[in-house]
């Protein structure tokens, strides 16, 4: 296995596209080749995007947690009648928003609950209200399940909300709700979501009006490699025909406030091997993504400067206000300091560069 293992590196790192059998293959290893895997992701990573860690100033406003949905692992929605439920209006969106402006973040992101009474109208208002007080600022926003969610109850479809969207000031889109693109395993943690076949098309949709995506994948819940591998393909395909992703980004499953967890249907996250080998795995595989980015609100602080030597290149956003993490029982949701950032890169020898939701360096 071991000189198999080195061959297979050394063939991919020789710039040979990898198979689904061989992502697969790396992801069983237990033993200390997982570091192998990770030097080798992390020697990728210097070839592909050279030695800067970059973040994005960046501000949350989770609009309401209100959903009509019921995802198995969110542990952020609330349902009519349950204690904690928000809704911000006008008013208090724009509040935030002008804080925003204060703190000087580059880019604004609203995902929230499918709130009952939304329509396309109301994301577009949104959208409107954020831009009014905080002009220049780029707003990251909405996913290809609020873009389905808009569609139905505005009779329209998702082309046209995503081109009302983005006359209403949508820079990018966020590419959650990816969960896993394995229909089996959605039916089992979301079965309300948009299918395997709409989230693609949703975001093929986003790229050819030139709308930019982040990619996500959701892992360590009731998934198998095999779920994993199906799901990076899917993305590399996308990329292929449309080079809309601006970054991949893992996202680990955050299991103690979740119904999924609590009726025994999924496991308590993943591991730490796991954490690493989804970082170094995607960065081997995901050869046309430029940027993989690393959660340090799903990751901790430690293991995300680890997987920064294991393939990843940046490290997200200072992320003024998080709710949807804090809500399924994640504790370092607050804020990351960009002298703490840069505390963490150097201590890997290397340097912290600001970027916008575009990875321009700023
Ligand atoms: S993940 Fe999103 S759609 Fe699903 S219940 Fe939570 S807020 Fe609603």
């Known amino acids: 296995m071991e000189n198999h293992l080195r061959t297979l590196l050394d063939e991919i790192k020789s710039g040979q596209r990898m198979s689904k059998d061989d992502a ?5 290893v237990r033993d200390r080749q997982v570091w192998e895997i990770a030097a080798a992701a992390d020697e990728m990573r210097e070839q592909r995007v050279g030695n800067a860690v970059t973040y994005v100033r960046n501000q949350n406003i989770n609009v309401t947690n209100l959903c009509v949905n019921a995802c198995g692992f969110c542990g952020f929605s609330k349902k009519p009648g349950d204690d904690g439920i928000y809704y911000h209006d006008k008013s208090e969106i724009q509040k935030k928003a002008s804080l925003a402006k204060m703190r000087e973040v580059s880019e604004i992101c609203t995902v929230s609950g499918l709130h009952p009474d939304f329509t396309t109208r109301s994301y577009c208002d949104i959208y409107r209200w954020i831009h009014e007080v ?9 996913n290809p399940m609020e ?4 569609a139905r109850k505005s009779h329209m479809s998702t082309l046209e909300v995503l081109t009302a969207m983005k006359a209403a000031g949508l820079g ?10 394995v229909d089996a395993v ?9 299918s395997t076949d709409e989230w693609v098309r949703i975001i093929r949709e986003a790229h050819a009006l030139g709308i930019p995506t982040t990619a996500t994948i959701m ?16 993305l590399r395909e996308i990329q292929d025909a449309t080079h809309g992703f601006t970054e991949f980004v893992p996202l680990s499953f955050i299991h103690m406030n979740t119904p999924l967890f609590h009726a025994g249907m999924a496991r308590a996250g993943a591991t730490g091997r796991e954490d690493l080998l989804m970082v170094a795995v995607a960065r081997l595989f995901l050869d046309n993504f430029k940027n993989i980015q690393v959660s340090w609100v799903k990751e901790g602080i430690k293991m995300a400067q ?16 998080e709710s949807i993490s804090k809500g399924a029982g994640a504790v370092n949701t607050d804020y990351l300091d960009p002298t703490e950032m840069q505390r963490i890169a150097e201590d890997i020898g290397r340097t912290l560069k600001r970027r916008t939701t575009l990875y321009e360096i700023v």
């Open 186 to 194: 959605r039916k089992k943690i979301c079965a309300q979501k948009v």
């Open 24 to 28: 697969w293959e790396l992801f069983q």
């Open 172 to 181: 990018s889109m966020c590419g959650t709700a990816a969960e896993i693109l």
């Open 306 to 321: 680890l997987s920064l030597i294991a393939g990843a290149n940046d490290l997200g956003g200072t992320m003024f206000e």
């Open 147 to 150: 873009v389905a969610y808009a």
């Open 134 to 142: 905080a002009p220049g600022v780029h707003l990251h926003a909405s």
């Open 219 to 234: 892992y360590g819940h009731c998934e198998c490699d095999e779920d994993r591998v199906n799901h990076l393909a899917i």
